[in-house]
C-alpha cells in the first residue's frame, strides 16, 4: 500500500489514545488548563464516573470569541510566547488536550473574558467543525464533557466500574490540589459532594501545610518531617513521613517539579534509597515534595501525559533529595509515630472487649461508692512481669533521660519506663538492633573494620545452592569488613570462624543462609557496597537482644541510654517502632479525670 496522510480524525484518535486515557486524564487536563487561566475556584462535577458527563467550571480569565474557536485546533495554545519547549512555565503547552478529548467525546465549551459584554459558547464532536454562539455566562470557562469514547467504544471496556472511575478522578484533582493550595476546589459525583478544598492563605509552607492536612489527615501532618534543601538551580521542599508511618504500596508519595504532578523513576528511586536503612524493603513511606527547578534544567516534554520528566543532572537532583530527606531523618532519629487513639482504645477495648468477657457487674462500677469490685476482674500481673519496680537495686540512681527510667519487664520482651509525664513502653529487641545497625554503620564510615569475636567452635553452614555458595565467597572479602569471616568448607559447605563482637550470641548458620538468599535474590549485576546497610541490618536482627530475653536493671538501664545518642531509634531497621508514648493526659481521660 502507498504512503498515504492519515485523515485528521484518525490524527485526532491517536493523538487522544496518549492524551485521554480514562475520565480522570480529561479531568487532569482541563484542571491543569484552569490553573493556567489563573482560576481561584475550580468545581468538577461527574454522572456516571465521568463516562457520561465531566464538567470543569472556573473562574479564571476566560477565553474571546476567536480563542474559543481556535482552542479546539490541534497544537494551538497561548502557552509559549518564545515557542522555547525549554522555558515552559504552565501545565500544558502542546495544544493537544482539548481537540483529543473532542475526537473521543461531544465537548461544549462555554466561556467570557472580564471585559467582554457577554459569553461564547462551541459545540465540537469528532471530527465536525464548531460552531460558535453567543450566551449568557459568568466570567471564567465552564467545560462539558459528553459521552466520552462513544466515537471509540472499544476503548470503554477498559474502563472500571462507575465508583472506581470516580476514585481515579478524586485522587487527580487531590494531587492537584496539594500543589496549589491557593485555589480552592470542589469535586460532586452523582449529585454526593465528594471533595471540598477551601483555599488557603498565609505564606506557601503553611498554606501547603493545612492544604496537606485537610488531604492526607492528621497522621500525616503530625508524623512527617519538614524537608528544605537547596542546590544549584534547584530548590526541594516538602514533608516526608517518620519511617514508622509507612504504606504498603507508594501512591501515597505525591511528587510535584514546578508544581506539576509526575511519577518519575529517579526520584521514587531516591525516596526508596533514602529509607533503605529504616524502612523494610516491602514498605514505602508517605510524601508530598515539590521540586522547583529553572525550566532550562528539566524536559517535560517526554509523554504526552507530562507524567515523567528528564532532568539535566539526574545525579545533582538525586543527590540533594537523598540527603535532604536523611538530614531530616537524622534530626527526628529518636522520634517515633504516635497515632494510638485512646478515646477509640477505651471504648472498643476496655469498654466493649473487656466487659463482654465479664458477665458480672460493669468493672467501673468498682470506683463507685458502695460497689465492691467484681471478682472476675481481679487480674494478677504477676507471673507476666519480669522485673517489678522493687526489684530495682537501692544503689545510686542513674540520671534519667528522654525515655525515662525503666520500672518494669513484661513477658521477657517489653520494657516499661516512667517519665515526669508519659509512661513509655519499649520493644526490646526493635531498639537494640537499631544500635547495633547504627555502630556497625559508624565503623563502615569510618573505614575501620568491625570488631570479631572468635567463635570457640567454628560453625559449619551446609545446605546451601551452589549459586548462594559461590555469591557468598565472592563477598567474603567484604563481609570481612563487617567482622563475619567465612571461609570454604569442601566442595559444598562454608565455615564461620568470627562473628562481629556487636551482635553477641546468635544463629550463625540461619544468619549465613539469610545473607545467601538475600545475595541471591539480588542478582548477578549489583555493587555490593550498596547493600553493605543491608547486610547490616540483617546481621543486626539476627544478633540483636532476642525477645523473651530476661534483662537486669542495668541492662534495661543502659539500653535506654543507648537509644537516646544513637541516631534513627525511634525506629527499627525495618521501619517499625521501637517505643510507644502513652501520655499521663491521655492515660487520666480513660479514667474521666
Known sequence: MAIRILPSNLVNQIAAGEVVERPASVVKELVENAIDAGASSIDVTLVGGGKSLMVVSDNGKGMTKDELFLAIKRHATSKLPDDDLFNINFLGFRGEALPSISSVSRLTIIS????????????????????????SHNNGTRIEVRDLFYSTPARLKFLKSETTETSYCADMLERIALANPYVSFSLTA?????????????????????????????????????????????????????????????????????????????????????????????????????????????????????????????????????????????????????????????????????????????????????????????????????????????????????????????????????TEDSIIIIDQHASHERIVMEKMKEKLL????????????????????????????????????????????????????????????????????????EMNEWGKEYALTDKLHHICATMACHGSVRAGRKLNYDEMTRLLRDMEKTELSGQCNHGRPTYVELKLKDIEKLFKR
Open 112 to 135: 467570557r473574558t472580564a471585559n467582554s459584554d457577554g459569553g461564547w459558547k462551541i459545540e465540537a464532536k469528532g471530527n465536525e467543525e464548531g460552531e460558535l454562539s453567543p450566551v
Open 190 to 418: 452523582d449529585d454526593k459532594k465528594k471533595l471540598a478544598l477551601k483555599a488557603s492563605g498565609g505564606d506557601l509552607f503553611d498554606s501547603r501545610l493545612k492544604r496537606i492536612a485537610d488531604i492526607m489527615g492528621k497522621d500525616f501532618s503530625e508524623n512527617s518531617i519538614l524537608i528544605d534543601a537547596h542546590g544549584e538551580n534547584v530548590k526541594i521542599s516538602g514533608y516526608v513521613s517518620l519511617p514508622t508511618l509507612n504504606k504498603a504500596n507508594s501512591l501515597s508519595q505525591y511528587i510535584f517539579v514546578n508544581n506539576r504532578p509526575v511519577r518519575d523513576k529517579l526520584l521514587l528511586g531516591a525516596i526508596k534509597g533514602a529509607y533503605q536503612d529504616v524502612l523494610a524493603g516491602n514498605r514505602y513511606p508517605v510524601c508530598v515534595l515539590f521540586l522547583d527547578i529553572n525550566p532550562s534544567y528539566v524536559d517535560v516534554n517526554v509523554h504526552p501525559a507530562k507524567a515523567e520528566v528528564r532532568f539535566y543532572d539526574g545525579g545533582m537532583v538525586r543527590g540533594l533529595l537523598v540527603g535532604a530527606i536523611r538530614h531530616g531523618l537524622s534530626e527526628e532519629g529518636n522520634k517515633t509515630a504516635q497515632t494510638l487513639d485512646f478515646g477509640r482504645f477505651a471504648e472498643e477495648h476496655l469498654q466493649s472487649g473487656i466487659m463482654r468477657e465479664h458477665t458480672k457487674p460493669n468493672v467501673f462500677q468498682s470506683f463507685a461508692p458502695k460497689h465492691s469490685l467484681p471478682q472476675s476482674a481481679n487480674f494478677s500481673f504477676d507471673t507476666d512481669i519480669s522485673l517489678k519496680v522493687e526489684d530495682v537495686p537501692a544503689a545510686e540512681e542513674t540520671e534519667s533521660g528522654m525515655l525515662g527510667m525503666p520500672k518494669a519487664q513484661f513477658h521477657n520482651t517489653y520494657i516499661i519506663s516512667q
Open 446 to 517: 569510618k573505614g575501620e573494620k568491625v570488631a570479631t569475636q572468635i567463635l570457640l567452635i567454628p560453625e559449619i553452614v551446609d545446605n546451601l545452592s551452589m549459586s548462594e555458595r559461590d555469591r557468598v565467597l565472592q563477598t567474603a572479602g567484604e563481609l570481612q569488613r563487617l567482622g563475619l569471616v567465612i571461609e570454604e568448607f569442601g566442595s559444598s559447605g562454608l565455615i564461620v570462624r568470627e562473628v562481629p563482637s556487636l551482635i553477641g550470641e546468635c544463629n550463625v548458620s540461619k544468619l549465613v543462609h539469610d545473607l545467601a538468599e
